[in-house]
């Protein structure tokens, strides 16, 4: 009996026709905010202005319009896992549609922030401010829930050929995003701030801080676990079925227990990576 492989794009078709073929809303959705990503980038060497913080104001929309993106791409990456004749189901349907609000939202008061030089994140000055900032912890939770509908419809009718383990890869991450992304990121936006003790220089690209804690880097890898556990579900594919899963299972609570291990470190206020 031949072994079922991992899925790989058909290559009759190059990666973006493919990701449109998938799921086009978000697709494009994606595309449209990476591509906004290029001139924020570009606005941080023409425009000096800081935050209190000491980091230039366009740095925050830029890491956003990238994660947002990604994140768009990696769900519409990820319908091609649902059988074809469920992609248009309205639950998949609804999940699309709020991600896309939920992401525009976010990403249009971050930007509307930065062009005036303030925060948007822990920004409670005003009740505009609090109001918005709690408007964004709303959206962003819905933003993130609708990686479930997506892990529900992939869990109970998944494509055609692909392997057990790496269903239960997909559908592990995307749950996985949801609890530690989700629940890390929860935490976070209650707090003062997200770092913990004392604060110093960023890591470079990451800004995490390196003289104390930083909340930021338990969440990173919790909204992450989407595309980790199904990456290692793909680099164990060659592996006979009984080594696949028991290796999934131990990969996936090893992720489980580094970004909890990350999180406390934080919260004890001791650097990921000290100076």
Known sequence: MTALTFPAPRLRLPLLAELVERQRALTLFGLALLLIAVPAIALQAVDGRTLASGVNVWVKPAKFLVSVGVF??????????????????????????????????????????????????????????????????????????????????????PAAGLRPDFVAAVVAGLVLTFLLGGGLGGYMSAQAGHSVGAQGAGLPVFGWNRMGGDLRVAHFLGIHAEQALPILAALIGGFAARTRWWLLGAGSAAYVAVTLGVFWQAVAGRPLLPL
């Not at 998949?92 to 990403?107: H, K, L, Y």
């Not at 303030?118 to 918005?132: Q, R």
């Open 72 to 157: 768009a791409l990696t769900s519409a990456w990820f319908f091609g896992y649902v059988r074809p004749e469920r992609r248009s189901a309205p639950l998949p349907r609804a999940a699309v549609a709020v991600a896309i609000v939920a992401g525009t939202f976010e990403i249009a008061y971050i930007v509307f922030q930065a062009a005036q030089g303030l925060d948007s994140h822990f920004n409670e000055t005003s009740p505009f401010h609090a109001v918005m900032y709690g408007l964004m912890g709303l959206f962003a939770v819905l933003l993130v829930s609708t990686v479930l509908p997506l892990a529900w419809e992939i869990a109970r009718r």
